[in-house]
């Protein structure tokens, strides 16, 4: 099996298709899949590349792209013959180069401040809303139409009453609906002892449910709070330029700062200077890691826009043919797996 594998690397990887005996590769640094070492590069997207040519009489000669698009451009160009990284296959792309079978499934994320998504200001914002404002104006009227009434039935016989008026009605409603019983007004007629029961019973709902709608309301508007793809407007957002990021922001129309690498964005985010960073799945969670971000950026639970990472290379070569059934046969070996592991990784 392993003489069929060397036999298919080098009928694929051949100087033919690609029409040199050096290999042009572009790289975008992005790791944990492109990273830079002592040695030149690694990462998740360099070993799996290196796999595949490594029983090739290639001589690799890399390229550094500073981002993902100038890596794009210079294969269409016909400048690179392949690109290794965090390339997302899309159908722009598609259109300019072409692209392996897939070996890793992304999304994208949104990394932010914990205290951003939901502080002390957004608490107290939160709770003095429209809903909670209506519910606190439907529960007067309701205590100033109770008052009324008392103050109707007991104003001939309780001086409390007469002298208040419905003023003092109202006192009275409000009393029995906060169980307080101060015990300075009270009921002395019969029907003012039947509404008095019957008020304070009444009130137990009324008062149920009122808790009931604070509570919400102010759960609807933490989540309101809560950073989402939806409330992206009203923050200060930035992603790198040129990525799948900013163009899943571009058709959100949203406004964003764009970066040059992603550790600038997660450090502008510490200092203070960004409210939210939106990047790719995977690579956020190893950069908050290895930058000890973790106690100050988080990731939202949700992840959008689901991806795949391939191989780019020259519209003129069908390497896809040849090299995408080695791709499917490691991306299920647990070589790949270790490999996987090795980055915190998941497939």
């Not at 205590?143 to 309780?158: D, H, P, Q, T, Y």
Request: glycine share 8%; hydrophobic share 40%; net charge negative.
């Amino acid at each position: 099996m392993k003489k069929i594998v060397k036999i298919l690397l080098l009928i694929c990887l051949s100087p033919s298709l690609f029409g040199a005996d050096t290999l042009n590769v572009g790289v975008n640094v992005a790791p944990p899949f492109v990273e830079k070492i002592e040695s030149g590069y690694g990462g998740v997207s360099i070993d799996l590349f290196n796999k595949l040519v490594r029983d090739t009489s290639y001589v690799i000669n890399y390229k550094e792209f500073e981002t993902t698009h100038d890596l794009i451009e210079s294969i269409k160009l016909g400048n690179t013959d392949v690109g290794v990284g965090s390339v997302t296959i899309t159908p722009e792309r598609y259109g300019d180069v072409n692209f392996t079978q897939p070996y890793y499934r992304s999304s994208i994320s949104l990394a932010y401040d914990p205290d951003e998504a939901y502080g002390a200001w957004d608490s107290i914002v939160s709770f003095f809303n429209v809903q909670l404002l209506y519910g606190i104006f439907l529960l007067l009227l309701y205590l100033w139409c109770a008052g009324m009434i008392f103050w109707l039935v007991e104003r001939k016989s309780n001086d409390k009453f007469k002298d208040g008026g419905i003023m003092e009605g109202a006192y009275f409603s409000f009393m029995i609906l906060s169980t307080v019983g101060f015990g300075d007004v009270s009921t002395v007629t019969k029907t003012g002892k039947a509404l008095t029961m019957f008020f304070g019973t009444v009130c137990l709902i009324v008062s149920s449910f009122f808790i009931a709608n604070i509570a919400s309301s102010f759960t609807m508007n933490k989540m309101d709070s809560e950073i989402t793809v939806s409330n992206l407007n009203k923050k200060k957002v930035g992603t790198l330029r040129d990525c799948t990021s900013s163009m899943f922001l571009d058709n959100r129309s949203v406004r964003y700062i764009g970066f040059n690498t992603v550790e600038e964005g997660l450090n502008a985010i510490k200092s203070g200077e960004l409210d939210v960073f939106v990047y790719d799945t995977p690579i956020l969670q190893y950069m908050i890691e290895n930058l000890n971000l973790s106690g100050s950026v988080i990731m939202s639970n949700d992840t959008y826009e689901p991806q795949f990472y391939g191989f780019p290379y020259r519209k003129d070569s069908e390497i896809d043919e040849r090299v995408n059934p080695l791709i499917l046969e490691h991306t299920n070996s647990s070589e790949w797996m270790n490999t996987l592991y090795q980055y915190n990784l998941e497939q």
